[in-house]
């Protein structure tokens, strides 16, 4: 039987229109269904796996973190503890030593002390006997002879009706005990009983167990010594003062001059007097002074007179002294207490900031307007130039200000002197380095309870002066940032470029104004919510990390203290004011500075601290890691682990 024609083939399946129609396209289906649920549920499998392992991985980093956490807590409390215990030994041993010093001090003063009342006790006892022996009569008593002593002048005798006849001349030569009439003994008063002087006695001194002490000697004596004016004493002592001051000042010689300050001054004159002379001048002014009475002011009443010298410069924009003004004023502002110093800055600050001003500001035009580099080159500016010395301006400032560091009133007094405008000038990139460095180092003093940099008057009364103070604060912390970046170059254009050392110096003196603005609360809180400041600390300490590596033997160490600075500023502004600073709003204001940020605390964090990196604190690493605790999640904190684990970054 022939299936085919029936219909059917071997296996009993049905052929319809040339197409297969069996029971296996049925099964083909469900088996792709059942490969389906089963992916399915393999894929539910991996994602809870994946999730089992996410959560045993938070687990582990949140486990290490806690123990890291405990472990740095405890190396922190116990290198705290080993700190206090130094610092206490330290304080223990600087007292021990302070204590030893004065006692010999004082030793030493008291030993002077017991010379110089015996040797007055014995001059005013000389004075005394002097005294005495002028009062003593000349010729005899009443009751004695005639001639009772043979040193006496001889008078005219008498010839008296009854003699016996001896000649009284021969009685006195052959009596020369009895040269004055013994008068009857009284009770001799307390304190001034007859002694014999040791130095008058026939016989040596007897020998005692112990030697007399020259305080029961100085007491013995004192009772016979006279009153001494201590006015008078004091007198002396004020004229003396003014002797030494007036030698200092004649014997004085400006550096690399053989002449006097005062020999040099001859040779000099205002325009509008020729014919009288600055030394004369002064001259006239020392006479009188010379002939008042009070001898303590007279340093101050001179400098004065210097002072008024060099206002006149000013006034007639006359300069070709002014370096042997500045000279004089700072020998002798030298020798003078600091209460002197403070009292005169009213009449300094505004005379050295007129004078720095009249070379300062054509520079700073220059800088910012090419049209105004003709006057920068013109004769006239050369030769102020040549006259006026900025830098000696601004340390005869320094002067000042380091007089009034112990007294608030006048160093506010001071800082309302400076002009605004006088801080920006000297802070640009176009002034001299060593000006700048001078500048910066007169900062560091600004900080105050309530204020930074200049201040202006009326501070404390008009809001629109506190206004007004706020953006003159954000505008030099401003400028003082831009420093961190910025290089000076010299004005002159044949000039010898500074070298990375000056540039170094000048990086770490802008730090040091910013840590001193942490001293107070004001300023730290004005340089953490500055817009850029922050992100340009972080720029900086970026840098400063890449200078490691690029290795310079005379920049390496002032590198290393530039990173452990900026790092610690960065912490303390950060947690300080961590409820008023978005550090992440920060560092959004400068481009780059976020991720610079993390690279920068990484490098930190994870320091060896040998060869490149030696000299990088392990108080600058503890920083960085508790930066990093608080900005990165634990899954970064353990990925930065992960690769930090086994690579070091030396």
């Not at 002009?419 to 176009?430: P, W």
């Not at 340009?536 to 490691?548: C, E, H, K, S, T």
């Not at 900005?631 to 353990?638: D, Q």
């Amino acid at each position: 039987m022939d299936y085919q024609d029936e219909g059917f083939d071997r296996q009993g399946h049905t052929f319809e229109g040339g197409n297969i129609t069996s029971n296996t396209q049925i099964n083909l289906a469900e088996m792709q269904q059942r490969i389906a649920e089963l992916e399915r549920e393999k894929e539910a499998l991996i994602k809870s796996n994946e999730d089992a392992k996410n959560t045993a991985l938070s687990k582990a980093g949140e486990i290490a973190i806690v123990r890291r956490n405990q472990e740095k807590s405890t190396k922190e409390y116990e290198r705290r503890i080993s700190v206090m215990q130094k610092l206490h030994a330290d304080a223990l041993s600087k007292q021990k030593s302070e204590l030893e010093n004065i006692k010999k001090e004082k030793e030493k003063m008291e030993t002077s002390n017991r010379f110089l009342e015996h040797d007055l006790v014995q001059e005013a006892g000389k004075a005394k006997a002097s005294r005495r022996l002028l009062r003593e009569p000349s010729g005899p008593r009443p009751g004695g002879s005639a001639n009772s002593s043979p040193a006496a002048t001889p008078k005219k005798h008498r010839t008296l009706p009854f003699r016996d006849g001896f000649d009284d001349e021969d009685l006195v030569m052959t009596s020369p005990s009895k040269t004055r009439e013994r008068t009857k003994a009284s009770t001799p008063r307390a304190g001034s009983k007859r002694k014999r002087p040791i130095e008058d006695s026939p016989s040596l001194e007897l020998p005692l167990s112990e030697p007399r002490s020259l305080p029961q000697l100085i007491r013995e004596e004192s009772q016979l010594a006279p009153d001494i004016d201590s006015n008078a004493l004091a007198r002396l002592s004020a004229e003396g003062r003014k002797f030494k001051f007036l030698q200092r000042l004649l014997t004085h010689r400006p550096p690399e001059q053989r002449e006097t300050i005062l020999e040099s001054l001859t040779k000099f004159a205002y325009p509008s007097d020729p014919n009288q002379s600055l030394a004369s001048r002064i001259y006239d002014q020392l006479t009188i002074l010379a002939v008042g009475k009070d001898h303590d002011d007279f340093p101050r009443k001179f400098i004065l007179v210097v002072i008024s010298l060099w206002r006149q410069c000013v006034a007639e924009r006359y300069f070709a002294p002014l370096y042997l003004i500045l000279d004089a004023l700072q020998f002798l502002l030298a020798y003078e207490p600091m209460a002197t110093r403070a009292s005169l800055v009213e009449d300094i600050t505004p005379l050295a900031i007129a004078t720095a001003d009249v070379v300062a500001i054509p520079i700073g035009r220059a800088s910012k307007n090419p049209t105004a580099a003709s006057n920068k080159d013109g004769p006239l500016h050369r030769q102020h130039c040549a006259e006026i010395d900025v830098y000696e301006c601004l340390l005869v400032l320094h002067t000042t200000v380091l007089s009034c560091v112990t007294s608030p009133t006048q160093l506010i007094t001071f800082w309302q002197l400076i002009s605004y405008d006088f801080i920006l000038l000297m802070l640009m990139s176009a002034q001299p380095l060593p000006q700048i460095m001078l500048m910066l180092r007169l900062l560091t003093t600004s900080p105050l309870f309530n204020t930074f940099g200049a201040i202006l008057p009326g501070l404390e009364t008009t809001p629109q002066q506190q206004h007004q103070q706020s953006v003159n604060e954000a505008n030099t912390i401003e400028r003082l940032t831009l420093l961190l970046h910025e290089t000076p170059k010299p004005a002159e254009e044949d000039a010898t470029p500074y070298s990375a050392l000056e540039i170094a110096e000048l990086r770490l003196a802008v730090l040091d104004v910013f840590a001193s603005m942490t001293l107070s609360p004001h300023a730290g809180r004005a340089l953490a919510l500055h817009r850029t400041a922050l992100a340009r600390l972080v720029r900086f300490l970026q840098d400063a990390i890449n200078a490691l590596y690029a290795y310079h033997l005379l920049t390496h160490n002032l590198t290393t203290r530039a990173v452990n600075l900026s790092i610690k500023l960065i912490f303390l502004l950060c947690t300080n004011f961590k409820e008023e600073v978005n550090i992440r709003e920060k560092l959004s204001a400068v481009p780059g500075a976020s991720h610079k940020f993390l690279v920068a605390l990484t490098r930190l964090a994870f320091s060896e601290q040998v060869c490149l990196e030696e000299g990088i604190e392990e108080e600058s690493g503890e920083m960085a890691h508790g930066l990093l605790d608080e900005c990165l999640s634990p899954e970064e904190g353990e990925a930065l682990l992960e690769v930090f684990s086994n690579v070091g970054s030396g």
